[in-house]
């Protein structure tokens, strides 16, 4: 970047506001690619404001590899992961041992709870797909509205998807604000749990009763799940812990000075690469080859896995073009001038661009670049940036609505109108991701 180069408040404002619109209306009105909106906006951004035409290089660069290193074997990993958890019936076994559990009347929690759990290694709509059919099975079985099953499902896979590492979301965030994700776990569990309590069972039990809602036709006579055939719950719950507990190990080791005899073991074994890796051997393992899988089979199902991840590092790799950008041109310094507390300009944020774009990844990803190009961002404490990265995941998560395709996935499944969509799964994810970032702001009081 070149050095002395000061550039206008006035004229960077208006630039940064002038980028943003350019990038919304690319997405919005003309349905330009995500990565490509971004990118132009990005360097509309650097252009109005005057930036030197090589720091404008510099940042493309800088943002593309800086964000990349960070991520990529992560996102890919953990898509391998998530897959083998799938089609190995690990999920659908976590449900029913849940289910079982809990009993029918409180079945609900136990379906917000196994959303929450499936949602860490299995995106968002593979895991509403694998175990709607339970909640709709015990709607049929209990003759309920559909809905007090299938909300506090919704909630649980909403907040794993958003809050907890290793999904790509609050990954994503956290190396854009390189913070240790063993903190960024810790802050994700607490702040999700309040979040699907209020978004599950809560809600779910209010929209059950205000909205009859049967069971679709089209499954209403599906055959039920055939347990014999499903993995075991310790198993898959003993895998789905191994990237989790050595992470907050790692974490854990670097505070407390008793353990440092063993934390170069576990500052290596807690490497979220090294932690993810270990996982899916696991999985490969213990859900794969010991359940009839052929290494050959495997290789199909882990490189299936990875079609979508392309499409989720280069929308975050432009992000962190935004967020140089934005750095180099010093907007940061103005933003931080506003004098709002970082978590809660972060949901501000967040959320601006999400009930404009719809994309919870474009959101995160917009929001993690501007934060993480405010001054001071690299001295505030681990828990704090944590509960940055918690706020952002809320942010990114409330007022689904017509512009973002869960709300058309969540439509169809569950065979409602828009009007109930609006009223449900809406509020929902409102209720989401506000009770995340209230929580996730209580906590950074204390950081």
Same mark, same amino acid.
């Given at each position: 970047?070149?050095?002395?180069?000061?550039?206008?408040?006035?004229?960077?404002?208006?630039?940064?506001?002038?980028?943003?619109?350019?990038?919304?209306?690319?997405?919005?009105?003309?349905?330009?690619?995500?990565?490509? =909106?971004?990118?132009?906006?990005?360097? $509309?951004?650097?252009? /109005?404001?005057?930036?030197?035409?090589? &720091?404008?290089?510099?940042?493309?660069? &800088?943002?593309?590899?800086?964000?990349?290193?960070?991520?990529? +074997?992560?996102?890919? !990993?953990?898509?391998?992961?998530?897959?083998?958890?799938?089609?190995?019936?690990?999920?659908?076994?976590?449900?029913?041992?849940?289910?079982?559990?809990?009993? &029918?009347?409180?079945?609900?929690?136990?379906?917000?709870?196994?959303? +929450? %759990?499936?949602?860490?290694?299995?995106?968002?709509?593979?895991?509403?797909?694998?175990?709607?059919?339970?909640?709709?099975?015990? =709607?049929?079985?209990?003759?309920?509205?559909?809905?007090?099953?299938?909300?506090?499902? /919704?909630?649980?896979?909403? %907040?794993?998807?958003?809050?907890?590492?290793?999904?790509? *979301?609050?990954?994503?965030?956290?190396?854009?604000?390189?913070? &240790?994700?063993?903190?960024?776990?810790?802050?994700?569990?607490?702040?999700?749990?309040?979040?699907?309590?209020?978004?599950?069972?809560?809600?779910?039990?209010?929209?059950?009763?205000?909205?009859?809602?049967?069971?679709?036709?089209?499954?209403?006579?599906?055959?039920?799940?055939?347990?014999?055939?499903?993995?075991?719950?310790? +198993?898959?719950?003993?895998?789905?812990?191994?990237?989790?507990? +050595?992470?907050?190990?790692?974490?854990?080791?670097?505070?407390?000075?008793?353990?440092?005899?063993?934390?170069?073991?576990?500052?290596?074994?807690?490497?979220?690469?090294?932690?993810?890796?270990?996982?899916?051997?696991?999985?490969?393992?213990?859900?794969?080859?010991?359940?009839?899988?052929?290494?050959?089979?495997?290789?199909?199902?882990?490189?299936?896995?990875?079609?979508?991840?392309?499409?989720?590092?280069?929308?975050?790799?432009?992000?962190?073009?935004?967020?140089?950008?934005?750095?180099? $041109?010093?907007?940061?310094?103005?933003?931080?001038?506003?004098?709002?507390?970082?978590?809660?300009?972060?949901?501000?944020?967040?959320?601006?661009?999400?009930?404009?774009?719809? $994309?919870?990844?474009?959101?995160?990803?917009? =929001?993690? *670049?501007?934060?993480?190009?405010?001054?001071?961002?690299?001295?505030?404490?681990?828990?704090?940036?944590?509960?940055?990265?918690?706020?952002?995941?809320?942010?990114?998560?409330?007022?689904?609505?017509?512009?973002?395709?869960?709300?058309?996935?969540?439509?169809?499944?569950? *065979?409602?109108?828009?009007?109930?969509?609006?009223?449900?799964?809406?509020?929902?994810?409102?209720?989401?991701?506000?009770?995340?970032? !209230?929580?996730?702001?209580?906590?950074?009081?204390?950081?």
């Amino acid at each position: 970047m070149s050095e002395g180069v000061v550039l206008n408040p006035t004229r960077l404002v208006l630039a940064a506001l002038i980028g943003l619109v350019i990038l919304l209306v690319l997405i919005i009105k003309f349905n330009v690619q995500a990565m490509i =909106a971004i990118l132009i906006g990005a360097i $509309s951004i650097g252009l /109005l404001a005057g930036m030197p035409t090589k &720091d404008i290089i510099a940042a493309v660069n &800088d943002g593309i590899g800086n964000t990349l290193k960070g991520i990529a +074997l992560l996102v890919g !990993l953990g898509s391998m992961f998530g897959a083998i958890l799938e089609v190995s019936g690990g999920a659908q076994t976590i449900a029913v041992t849940m289910v079982k559990k809990f009993g &029918d009347e409180k079945a609900a929690w136990a379906l917000g709870i196994t959303g +929450l %759990v499936i949602a860490m290694p299995v995106f968002f709509d593979a895991g509403l797909i694998i175990l709607i059919p339970l909640a709709f099975s015990l =709607a049929k079985k209990t003759k309920r509205s559909s809905l007090h099953y299938v909300i506090p499902l /919704l909630a649980g896979l909403a %907040v794993g998807h958003a809050f907890i590492p290793p999904t790509p *979301g609050p990954v994503l965030v956290a190396t854009m604000l390189n913070v &240790d994700l063993g903190w960024v776990i810790l802050v994700g569990i607490f702040c999700g749990i309040f979040a699907m309590i209020v978004a599950g069972p809560v809600w779910g039990s209010i929209c059950g009763k205000k909205f009859y809602v049967p069971v679709p036709e089209s499954v209403a006579n599906q055959e039920e799940i055939d347990e014999s055939k499903l993995p075991s719950f310790w +198993l898959i719950v003993g895998i789905i812990l191994i990237p989790l507990v +050595l992470i907050i190990l790692d974490s854990i080791c670097g505070v407390v000075p008793a353990l440092a005899g063993v934390a170069p073991v576990f500052e290596f074994l807690g490497e979220p690469f090294v932690a993810l890796l270990l996982a899916t051997l696991a999985a490969m393992f213990g859900l794969g080859l010991k359940h009839g899988y052929t290494m050959k089979e495997l290789e199909k199902v882990m490189t299936k896995s990875l079609e979508p991840t392309g499409l989720i590092l280069l929308v975050t790799a432009c992000g962190g073009v935004l967020r140089y950008v934005l750095q180099y $041109s010093g907007l940061g310094n103005v933003i931080a001038s506003m004098n709002l507390p970082i978590v809660v300009l972060a949901f501000i944020i967040a959320v601006l661009v999400r009930i404009s774009v719809g $994309s919870a990844t474009v959101a995160m990803t917009m =929001a993690a *670049g501007i934060v993480a190009a405010l001054p001071g961002i690299s001295e505030l404490s681990p828990l704090y940036l944590a509960c940055t990265v918690a706020a952002v995941a809320g942010g990114s998560t409330v007022c689904s609505h017509f512009n973002d395709s869960g709300f058309w996935l969540v439509r169809s499944l569950v *065979g409602i109108d828009e009007k109930t969509t609006l009223k449900t799964w809406t509020i929902m994810e409102t209720l989401v991701g506000v009770t995340g970032f !209230l929580v996730a702001l209580v906590i950074s009081f204390f950081a």
